[in-house]
């Protein structure tokens, strides 16, 4: 049963893999016109994703560049009711990627679903990721909503 609600969007063509060029295999963690649970005033995506949403996660230096950090997390994923079960999948925040220009430094990459999501049009569906269930730290739970 999932918990609250994190963060929703509708995918971009480039969040569901689906333009032309070399696919980016992530998912923007942008403001995405979210409002916090809690203080129901939009999210400052900079740092929510990293201190807010996923701060009880494992972060740790990837060793690439100075402050970028990864943490590994599991999603019980659903798409249009159907459980696709759980999946480890990666985030990268790097704040410097912000460069003072309101650019997203937080990332979730698709890892083992871009098979998925390469057979699949994901473009303009309803994302929405939820905290693990209350008094639990996992799994986290992806629903994607196609209708």
């Known amino acids: 049963m999932p918990g609250r609600l994190l963060w929703q969007k509708s995918l971009s063509a480039t969040d569901a893999q689906k333009v032309s060029g070399n696919p ?4 923007k ?7 916090h649970p809690t203080t129901r005033r939009k999210i400052d995506w900079i740092t929510y ?3 807010d949403a996923f701060v009880n996660l494992i972060w740790h230096s990837t060793g690439r560049i ?7 997390v ?11 079960g759980v999946w480890k999948l ?3 925040h790097k704040p410097s990627g912000e460069a003072y220009q309101s650019n997203v430094p ?3 990459l698709w890892g083992d679903l871009e098979p998925l999501v390469s057979k699949s049009n994901f473009t303009k569906a309803r994302l929405r990721l939820f905290a693990p269930e209350e008094g639990t730290l996992s799994p ?4 994607i909503t196609t209708r």
């Open 24 to 27: 980016t295999w992530c998912i």
């Open 29 to 35: 963690l942008s403001q995405a016109g979210f409002l």
């Open 49 to 51: 994703f990293r201190n």
């Open 66 to 72: 100075v402050d970028e950090e990864e943490a590994d």
């Open 74 to 84: 599991l999603f019980d994923v659903s798409i249009d009711g159907k459980s696709f």
């Open 90 to 92: 990666k985030l990268i």
């Open 106 to 108: 937080t990332h979730l």
């Open 140 to 143: 986290y739970f992806m629903e």
